[in-house]
């Protein structure tokens, strides 16, 4: 039996998004092919609102983190985490030997601008990274309050992390001065996971010159580079069922349903999960930083989340656990890519009939 899924990645997938990756294949050195990666880009910079550089990547969203913090870092990096995937650019930084600082804020708080101004006005960094949608901790950062401050020193590239918002929350990341925005394809945009995409901007590219060791996959350099020689064209073999489905999601987020509608769906299930989560036990994110696409909620209950995602699955439902050292502490409702709101409903209407027989 398939479970309706709200859980923070992968989601379900529309009927016509899956027959869209069954398109039979083509060459991917083909006009044709080019064709469609050219359509893919110009789409993501609408629902990215920038005109910087789109690249595709055959990898999970991991894969454009590793790759721009070790293609663009010259200097030093300083990381600011909110939470399990907050701490994963720093991971990836020890991993790849590259010089950096870890700034953890304490999980259920936001990386306050404050914080990002004490450190930038040291001059030790020439890159910082945020999370903007932490799905461990369910925070979602205060983006533009950041980028304020970051204005303050634009000699630093700021790389952000939106895989689980991009397509749920609106991200203006020009406005912002984002240089590499990462986002993957199984959380808010609504399809299976294996294809990343980033933006990325013509300073951050020019400043990664700097940087003699970027490898050589997830160079981000080498892969703007082929694209720039060859238009939309990509050194290694891309994942163009991916791309069928992608290109034909974009169509119906951006035209079929609107980006400004589907923001706002977001943001009602949002509060109506929010509600609940308090009503019945409470928000594990500080008041304010609350997720768009996903709450996590303290279990004040001391229930077993195991065996309510044991039940819940009977009834063809699943939610997720707590992440990490949050595991049986809290418990995570994801409301993104295209769940709609009656869904949303449906499973909160079957807690209130489990939960009280847990107690």
Not at 79 to 108: I, K, T
Not at 139 to 162: G, Q, S, T
Request: glycine share 6%; charged share 25%; hydrophobic share 40%.
């Amino acid at each position: 039996m398939h479970k309706k899924l709200f859980i923070p990645g992968p989601v379900d997938v529309r009927p016509e998004i899956l027959e869209a990756m069954a398109t039979p294949m083509m060459g991917h050195r083909t006009k044709e092919a080019t064709a469609l990666q050219k359509g893919i880009s110009e789409k993501l910079q609408k629902l990215f609102f920038t005109e910087s550089h789109i690249l595709l990547s055959t990898s999970s969203g991991t894969g454009l983190m590793e790759g721009s913090l070790r293609s663009l870092t010259a200097k030093r990096a300083v990381v600011f985490s909110v939470g399990a995937f907050g701490n994963r650019w720093f991971q990836l930084a020890q991993s790849n030997n590259v010089p950096a600082d870890h700034v953890e804020a304490e999980w259920g708080d936001p990386t306050f601008p404050e914080m990002v101004d004490k450190y930038l006005s040291t001059g030790n960094y020439d890159v910082f990274t945020i999370t903007h949608n932490e799905t461990s901790t369910g925070v979602m950062n205060p983006v533009e309050a950041i980028a304020e401050v970051r204005r303050k020193y634009p000699d630093v590239l700021w790389l952000m992390d939106a895989v689980s918002s991009m397509g749920g929350a609106k991200i203006e990341v020009d406005k912002l001065g984002v240089d590499v925005c990462i986002t993957s394809t199984q959380k808010s945009l609504g399809l299976p996971p294996g294809l990343a995409v980033c933006s990325v901007t013509d300073r951050a590219l020019e400043h990664g010159k700097q940087v003699k060791y970027r490898g050589s996959y997830l160079d981000l350099l080498e892969l703007y580079k082929y694209v720039e020689k060859k238009p939309f064209q990509y050194p290694s073999t891309p994942s163009l069922s991916h791309m069928f489905a992608l290109d034909k999601q974009l169509d119906y987020i951006l035209n079929v349903e609107g980006l400004e509608n589907r923001f706002a769906r977001h943001a009602e299930m949002a509060e109506i999960t929010r509600a609940w989560a308090d009503e019945h036990f409470k928000v594990f994110s500080k008041k304010g930083y609350e997720s768009m696409t996903l709450t996590t909620i303290a279990n004040t209950k001391n229930i077993s989340v195991g065996n309510l995602n044991k039940k819940l699955g009977e009834l063809g439902y699943q939610i997720s656990n707590g992440y990490g050292d949050l595991k049986e502490k809290t418990f995570r409702i994801a409301h993104m890519a295209d769940r709609k709101v009656d869904e949303l409903k449906e499973l909160l209407a079957i807690l209130d009939k489990i939960i009280p027989e847990m107690l």
